[in-house]
């Protein structure tokens, strides 16, 4: 599991760089700066990312978009099984 600093974005989804086994996954949350989780965008709604990819979106049960949260400040929050993330970004 990886929290990161708070960070504020620019752009309207998370794209990641990763590598899964059959049997791994990749879940993100976003979180305010307190660390709770914001509404639609929790583990609970994450779909969960596998396989291999230089950049794919994260999605969520609302779907891809986070523009309505880029300029303020959060946190990410990855749940990592058996894979390997090199990067995230926002597109």
Known sequence: EIITKPLIFEGGK??????SSAAGEILAEIEDINGNPVENYSLEDCSPVFGDSLE???TWKTGSDLSSLAGKPVRIRFVIKDADLFSFRFK
């Open 56 to 58: 794919r979106a994260v």
């Open 14 to 19: 998370l794209c990641l760089n990763f590598s």
